[in-house]
């Protein structure tokens, strides 16, 4: 079993920054280096939607296009953790962001192909 927990939500003015954080740990957590990550966030009354991902090796990353060049998402092995750093925010980024394992390594955008979730984060942009 892989445990996902999210955190660095919280509420921020159009403009302004945030960094999220999602630790991974769990019976499996060892094996974080072998596995792809994923962003996805959920407006109320709207489907989830892919934000950003990134591959086992870091050495490919993708994003939504209402993100790129605003978001950006990393991982550190030694500390079983991925960030999505968010700059520039705005009000339609208000939503609740979960972070997700997929398995498999690569890097892939529906949610269905990602195995393992967590809680999710608020993150509420004021304009």
């Known amino acids: 079993q892989v445990q996902l927990v999210e955190s660095g939500g919280g509420l921020v003015q159009a403009g302004g920054s945030l960094r999220l954080s999602c630790a991974v740990s769990g019976r499996t957590f060892s094996r974080f280096s072998s596995y792809a990550m994923g962003w996805f966030r959920q407006a109320a009354g709207k489907e989830r939607e892919f934000v950003a991902a990134i591959n086992r090796s870091a050495s490919r990353t993708s994003y939504a296009d209402s993100v790129k060049g605003r978001f950006t998402i990393s991982r550190d092995i030694a500390k079983n953790t991925v960030y999505l750093q968010m700059n520039s925010l705005k009000p339609e980024d208000t939503a609740v962001y979960y972070c997700?394992?997929?398995?498999?390594?690569?890097?892939?955008?529906?949610?269905?192909?990602?195995?393992?979730w967590g809680q999710g984060t608020q993150v509420t942009v004021s304009s």
């Open positions: 997700a394992v997929h398995t498999g390594g690569t890097v892939v955008t529906g949610p269905k192909e990602y195995n393992y």
